[in-house]
């Protein structure tokens, strides 16, 4: 029975099958949760996109602290082919992640001849697809550092490769190409893609030492390294919304704190635990590195220049982005992609020094291979745990709203449109130029017309509805654009299930309402998973009501009974004057 295990264990069958689940997992991820909605940074190149402007200057154009040439050039690409479908985009994210995945298994099993064990690629995978990420494996315009992250770790591959292949002339010279090529992709994609240059550089001086300064391409690689700086920083302006660099040097203790915080994010999300789980990192981390410096064995430079690229790039993230502390912390979702790569590094190195002879220098092998192993199960625990406690539902609603307040921008508040991008106008003017355009989201049937079925001889009868407030109707009159809000939950009173769709009637206008709310407030009152998604929401801007007096009607169409519906009347009236609201009766039902 053991050997059967053992022999299941190093098959390349199973291992074959454990890859292609990482990948189909990743690949269910994005199918499941991804939402083709535009979402803040990529309200920046709408222009772009509109007017099919791929000019030189445009592509180099710096975006915040970042040149983002190539992810301009592929995001315009899919845009024109799809209406800039973001859904796209996303699956692009995952082929690269797929394929940084795939190049983790080739390097463990062909390069450096790993004894096989099925475990590996199920670590890796999730390490690698681990949904802490999901921020930039779910938001389209996040292909850019997806591609910094991958051509870097490509980048480190390639070097690798070039300094292992000795007296191979000929491939040490297409290594070294696909090395530099590599590392310039990933430098204008994100400016965590410069930190290839600079980890490649030390790893060659930690390995080779004065002996580095004899070879050719090391002279190259610095002169490439000097031509991008100059390149990336020529006409550079620091973002005027961005924290002093300097703020690590006044606030040591918080700069710290988001430091592990960052490095430890990618296994948990909860703050006090991935501080902890970044000390652990960053100890092994440094454990890491000391061993190479003592045993410079060329097939830990992959390992080593992961760790050491990961550790620049947080180190880089927490000078430029603790000044924001609080919501640094919050958006460490985008970055937990950099602070897994040392996670890699961490694995690949301890892989490669339990098959490793040149041990002479440990006293006790057996107590840090103990060591090791320990830290290598915890790092499996921990990643499982993430997967337990990211929630990926939270995420995919709130896109699933942005795409709903698109689809009905032209009657909806400010407050909305800024969940959309900070600037209300800004969002509303290029929504303007989408319209008139071909934008997939506007071209969607993403509501039924109910006024071609709405008679009596549909409509169902049923408790199917509950309002969030006392006055079933709250006005918002100090935003400087004054709306109402009607909110809830709804669902088949028959089935206990979702409906199709719900609507707002104000006199006889219809108004489609956003439906599918996550509501965890409910859960003990529904006691059905599938009824925590039955929110509803709809806020009109007084602007695009006149004045007078409106009653409400609410619809509710089932979904397994077509064109029946569900409808109430609450006892409520309004009267919209001079950009007022006065709600002159409610007697409602009530949560």
Known sequence: MKKNFQGILISPYAIFFACAAAIFLGALHIKMFSVNALFWDEYELVDMVVNNEISLEALFRQHNEHRIFFPKLLYNTIAQSTGMNTVPVMYFSFFLVTAAYLMLMFYLFKINKT???????????????????????????????????????????????QMQAIGKTSSRIMYFILSVTTAIVASFSSSQGLMSWISITLVWLLAFRKQVLKSHFFYIWIFCLFLVFISYFNGYVKPNHHPSLTYFVAYPVKTATYLFHLLGCG????????????????????????????????????????????GLVCSIICIGRAGFYVQAIYFTSRYATFSLVILIGILIYIINFKQ??????????????????????FIIF???????????????????????????YDQQPNIKITRLYP?????????????????SVFLEKNNI????FINDSNMLSGDWISFDTKDVIKFVGDTGDPYIRI?????????????????????????PVFYGKSRPDRRFSFRKRALYFTGFERTIPLSVLKDGQYSIEVFGLCKDRPFHYYK???????????????IQASSARLP
């Open 115 to 161: 004894p096989l064990n099925v475990l590996y690629p199920v670590i890796f995978g999730l390490i690698i697809f681990n949904p802490a990420q999901s921020e930039n494996l779910l938001w389209g315009f996040q292909i850019s550092f997806i591609m910094a992250h991958v051509f870097s770790i490509f980048s480190i591959f390639f070097a690798q490769l």
């Open 267 to 310: 296994l948990l999300q909860n703050t006090l635990l991935s501080v902890i789980s970044g000390v652990v990192i960053f100890t092994a981390a440094l454990i890491m590195l000391f061993d190479f410096l003592r045993s410079k064995e060329l097939k830990d430079v992959f390992s080593i220049g992961l760790i050491i690229y990961g």
């Open 356 to 377: 490793s002879a040149n041990t002479k220098y440990i006293r006790d092998v057996s107590v840090y291979r103990v060591f090791n192993v320990t830290f290598a199960v």
């Open 382 to 408: 921990l990643l499982i745990s993430a997967y337990r406690t990211v929630s990926y539902i939270a995420q995919s609603d709130v896109q699933q709203e942005n795409k709903f307040i698109i689809q009905t």
């Open 423 to 439: 600037a209300a106008e800004v969002a509303r003017n290029r929504l303007d130029s989408l319209r008139k355009w071909r934008y």
């Open 449 to 452: 017309d109910m006024g071609i």
């Open 487 to 511: 909110a809830g939950w709804a669902f088949n009173p028959a089935t206990r299930a979702p409906l199709e769709a719900v609507y707002l009637s104000l006199n006889g206008v219809l108004y």
């Open 568 to 582: 109430i009347e609450p006892d409520i009236t309004f009267r919209v004057n001079a950009g007022l609201v006065e």
